[in-house]
Structures are given as C-alpha cells and as structure tokens.
C-alpha cells in the first residue's frame, strides 16, 4: 500500500543553518505531495505542496521537489529562524482528500 | 481565513463512559470534514470521512459503533466515542475542505485530547 516515511527527529539546528528534512513515499499511482506544518498548540497548516514529477513547491523560504525517479520530496530552507520550530509532516494524496502521512519530523531551532 | 475549531482541547474521562468531540468550520462551509487519530511520535491515522447529510465512510479497522460521526451541518462534524476504554486514549484531529474548493486544501483544528482512566 501507499506510506510515506519521513527522516525521524528531533532535528536541532541553530539559527540560520540549512534545513533538509527527508521525506520519500511508496506510492500504486502519482499522488500529489505536501508539507504541513504544525506551531505548538495549533493545528497542521499547509506550508507546500506538488501535484505532479518535477513540481517544486515553495512558501515562506522552505522549497520541496517533486522527484519521481527518487520518489522523495525533501523539505529544504537556506536559513531557519527560531519561530519555524514546529512539527513537519510529509503527506500523499490521491485527490479523494484522503491524506496519507508521515510520522512527522520536529525541528528545534536555536538563538 | 478557513479555521477550524475543536471542543473540547482536552478531555478526561471515566471508562465505560462516552465521550463527543465537535469540529466546526468557522469561516466556510465544509461538505467533507475527515477524523484523523494520533498516536505519540506516530502519524496521523484518517479514521473516516464525514460528509454532510450522509453517512460516514469508515477507514478499514476503524469500529463504527465505536466511533460515532455525525455530520448534521456543513460547519458542525461530532465525532463520539462510546463506552471509552483505556486503549481510546488518544489525540483526535479533525478537518475540513472547503465545499467547492478544487484544491482539495485541508483545514485543520488544533486537536482534542482524550485520557481515559
């Protein structure tokens, strides 16, 4: 079946380092991919996301490539500050809305 | 814009008993709202889709009986638990996607807690 399988944290980094959080699927079809992001004590919000192979997504500096012959789809970002401190998932979805996720990957930032 | 509220955030309760969350758009109307289960450092499980008017579509696994889904408005999602054992200890999220919307973008509430003794 379909998974998505993300690279485990916590991942600590300080302020302004470059961020590359793994993500890569298994997948029957071509579903589109995403990047949520969830603050503490809010709920997962949208950061990117891919609907197609070689699609980028980007949004407030974070970017993530669509890769078909690798099937991944990284999240990337040249300089972390401390308020992207959060839980990051990858997801898939087929378009049915039913979203299938990674197990989430949380990034410290530090001063 | 597009938010989604939970109540309660947190809830304690007794087993045997049952226990209702509420999942509401504030801001738009939902035809679909979906119930996702989380386990701690696990994924986001969807447990069923709820849509308006109709029954719930369950996720293989998931008890129906158990976990009742009630979609009576297009801003209103319940989802209860009856007779709540230890094992339904969980972190329960719902969200919506706005009717109409040709995105398929998800709106998420924050979470409710539920503790069972």
């Known amino acids: 079946g379909d998974s998505v399988t993300q690279m485990e944290g916590p991942v600590t980094l300080s302020e302004e380092a470059f961020l590359t959080i793994n993500c890569t699927y298994t997948?029957?079809?071509?579903?589109?991919l995403f990047w949520y992001v969830q603050y503490p004590g809010e709920g997962l919000q949208l950061l990117l996301k891919?609907?197609?192979?070689?699609d980028k997504g980007s949004n407030k500096g974070f970017e993530a490539t669509y890769r078909k012959e690798t099937t991944s789809f990284h999240l990337e970002k040249g300089s972390v500050q401390v308020s992207d401190s959060a839980v990051y998932f990858c997801?898939?979805?087929?378009?049915?809305?039913?979203?299938?996720f990674g197990q989430g990957t949380t990034l410290q930032v530090k001063p | 814009g597009a938010v989604v509220s939970q109540h309660p955030s947190w809830v304690i309760c007794k087993s045997g008993t049952s226990v209702k969350i509420e999942c509401r758009s504030l801001?738009?109307?939902?035809?679909?709202m979906f119930w996702y289960r989380q386990f701690p450092k696990q994924s986001l499980m969807l447990m069923a889709t709820?849509?308006?008017?109709?029954?719930?579509?369950?996720e293989q696994g998931v008890e129906k009986d158990k976990f009742l889904i009630n979609h009576a408005s297009l801003t209103l999602s319940t989802l209860t638990v009856t007779s709540a054992h230890p094992e339904d200890s969980s972190f329960y999220i719902c969200?919506?996607?706005?009717?109409?919307?040709?995105?398929?973008?998800?709106?998420f509430g924050p979470g409710t807690r539920l503790l069972v003794l």
């Open positions: 891919a609907t197609k192979a070689d």
């Open positions: 997801a898939l979805s087929y378009n049915t809305g039913k979203l299938i």
């Open positions: 709820s849509n308006e008017g109709s029954k719930a579509t369950y």
């Open positions: 997948a029957t079809g071509y579903p589109s």
């Open positions: 801001d738009f109307q939902a035809t679909t």
């Open positions: 969200s919506a996607s706005p009717s109409g919307s040709k995105d398929e973008t998800q709106y």
